[in-house]
């Protein structure tokens, strides 16, 4: 590597800053509206012009505004994407990255003492917790009709869906087979969130909620089919092995579970997205990472699953693994 390359790795945090403050001000929002000076800019959201003007400046060789005639202007494309109005906006999951960035700056630390703190939760607050259920469901939107179409679940009838969520990918299951019906398991919290969310679809009857901690509670029985998507990469290996058990007790005999994440290669260096997951994963969880498929597969083995499969390899937290409770 040229030392020009190194030189610019160690300075890609100032374009990521200048657009993670950008969205903290919600200038997107703003400007796809009409074009705007930087005094009006200022005067609108009470910052200064002086700092206005520069991080402005700053954002148009970045490719996310114009500039014409001293106004500046949010690109169509941009806006559709940033505007927190518009309804294909990836904001909430972008404004997960802001939070992110305050972890992320303690990692040297990290990497030195390990997590010193104890956490409760993954979440400062309800209303992180509340933006990165949105998030997940802006990312599932487009990923959970493929990933479903993957998992192609013919003769399923009753999914169990795990730390489910908003319910995206129960709504998914549900709108490509009528005949199945669900079950999604989560946090009281997250539970509400998705009530909110599917009361108002033709599915809701097809859907039992049910709240609790899959780390303290069994999970509901009577189900052929269980979904475990993006959950593995916050536990422990031991962590993961007991509640692939619960799984196990919670299926019926010849059920199927399916696990969605991040599937590494057998020297955690491939895919990129998933090496550097595992390490928002040292920041965030005192036993979280991310896994190969062959651990994955020791571990499911060791929980009582037989036939175990990569049914799809991972290229963006997209890998698919089975194995199936003994007949």
Not at 107 to 121: D, F
Not at 317 to 323: A, D, P
Request: hydrophobic share 40%; with cysteine; proline share 6%.
């Amino acid at each position: 590597m040229k030392p020009e390359a190194i030189l610019g790795l160690s300075r890609k945090f100032m374009e990521s800053r200048i657009f993670l403050t950008a969205a903290e001000l919600d200038i997107f929002s703003l400007l796809s509206k009409h074009p705007m000076s930087a005094q009006e800019i200022a005067d609108e959201i009470q910052v200064t012009l002086r700092g206005i003007t520069i991080l402005l400046d700053a954002l148009v060789p970045i490719g996310l505004l114009g500039k014409k005639d001293e106004k500046y202007y949010c690109l169509p494309e941009v806006a559709a994407l940033l505007s927190r109005n518009s309804p294909t906006s990836i904001m909430p999951t972008v404004m997960l990255s802001v939070g992110g960035w305050k972890r992320w700056s303690n990692l040297t630390e990290i990497v030195r003492y390990g997590l010193q703190r104890s956490r409760t939760s993954a979440f400062e607050s309800s209303s992180e917790q509340e933006t990165f259920i949105l998030a997940m469901r802006t990312i599932a939107y487009r990923l959970a009709p493929v990933i479903v179409a993957a998992i192609n679940p013919i003769g399923a009838k009753k999914l169990l869906d795990i730390g489910g969520g908003s319910g995206s990918y129960t709504q998914a299951f549900l709108e490509t087979y009528p005949d199945m019906k669900a079950t999604l398991f989560d946090l009281p919290s997250v539970i509400k969130i998705a009530q909110t969310i599917l009361t108002d679809t033709d599915l809701i009857d097809r859907i039992t909620f049910v709240p609790g901690n899959y780390y303290k509670d069994e999970l509901p029985k009577g189900h052929d089919l269980a979904l475990l998507s993006a959950i593995i990469h916050q536990n422990s290996p031991e962590q993961n092995i007991e509640l692939y058990r619960k799984i196990y007790r919670a299926l019926e005999p010849g059920g199927r579970l399916i696990i969605r994440d991040h599937v590494m290669s057998s020297d955690h260096t491939q895919p990129i997205g998933g090496a550097l997951f595992a390490v928002n994963m040292l920041i965030v969880t005192p036993g979280g990472r991310t896994y190969s498929f062959e651990e994955i597969k020791v571990s499911l083995e060791s929980a009582g699953f037989a036939r175990v499969n990569l049914i799809q390899p991972d290229e963006q937290m997209n890998g698919l693994i089975e194995g199936f409770k003994q007949p």
